[in-house]
């Protein structure tokens, strides 16, 4: 059956970017399914509590999903460093920003290969680039760089199935987490993703893309 319009997935919809996602995607036709904590959602999900992962894979099957956007992250417990560290935070950022994505990817990959479009993306940082490391925020910049190879072998396991998986940097973003004083739009931050994700061949499944379109070094 013909798709009669593209659909999104965005996982933490109902703050921040993935709000803004949701919104602008909406406003361009596109059917959304957003994806937010809580029991009253339409679409209850907290990505460490693999039987929510299940159920949302099961009330899904079937239905092809263009762009499985793997939004919802934490930044943890503010201001761990050498010295320190809180190690039971430190678990908790890894749970959400690391193996939650692993679990709802492998739970809707099948739905994301039935799709159009056939696009995994996955809300990283430039915390996460180890070449660009400053050794700050330590915690959430290790999870982000285990995210970035997670989408890196991903994106060899699902080649050959026409799958695009890429991790993309929202750049500093006046949001929740990255505060008042931070230098980008919401709306712009989300304006430039789409963008890139709307320009995505397959040569640049596994790369590392900016807002602005351009790569990040690992």
Same mark, same amino acid.
Not at 120 to 124: E, F, G, K, L, P
Not at 156 to 179: C, E, Q
């Given at each position: 059956m013909k798709q009669t319009m593209p659909t999104v997935l965005i996982t933490g919809a109902s703050r921040g970017l993935g709000r803004e996602l949701a919104r602008q995607y909406a406003e361009d036709g596109w059917r959304i399914i957003g994806t937010e904590r809580g029991a009253k959602a339409e679409y209850p999900l907290d990505v460490t509590k693999r039987d929510q992962v299940a159920q949302l894979a099961a009330?899904?099957?079937?239905?092809?999903?263009? #762009? *499985?956007?793997?939004?919802?992250?934490?930044?943890?417990?503010?201001?761990?460093? *050498?010295?320190?560290?809180?190690?039971?935070?430190?678990?908790? #950022? *890894?749970?959400?920003? *690391?193996?939650?994505?692993?679990?709802?990817?492998?739970?809707?990959?099948?739905?994301?290969?039935?799709?159009?479009?056939?696009v995994?993306?996955?809300?990283?940082s430039r915390l996460g680039s180890i070449t660009e490391s400053s050794g700050v925020t330590l915690p959430y910049a290790t999870s982000k760089a285990a995210l970035n190879l997670l989408a890196k072998g991903l994106a060899?396991?699902?080649?050959?199935?026409?799958?695009?998986?890429?991790?993309?940097?929202?750049?500093?973003?006046?949001?929740?987490?990255?505060?008042?004083?931070?230098p980008l739009s919401p709306q712009s931050s989300v304006g430039g993703l789409r963008k890139v994700i709307a320009g995505l061949k397959p040569s640049d499944s596994g790369k590392f893309f900016s807002h602005d379109g351009s790569t990040i070094p690992w």
């Open positions: 009330k899904l099957k079937g239905a092809p999903i263009d #762009v *499985l956007f793997c939004n919802a992250g934490i930044i943890g417990k503010r201001g761990m460093a *050498l010295g320190s560290f809180d190690y039971d935070a430190w678990e908790e #950022v *890894l749970r959400v920003n *690391l193996l939650g994505v692993a679990s709802v990817i492998e739970a809707l990959v099948e739905n994301v290969a039935a799709s159009e479009r056939k995994i993306a996955v809300m990283s060899a396991t699902l080649a050959s199935r026409g799958i695009v998986v890429v991790a993309l940097s929202p750049g500093w973003v006046r949001t929740d987490m990255g505060g008042a004083g931070a």
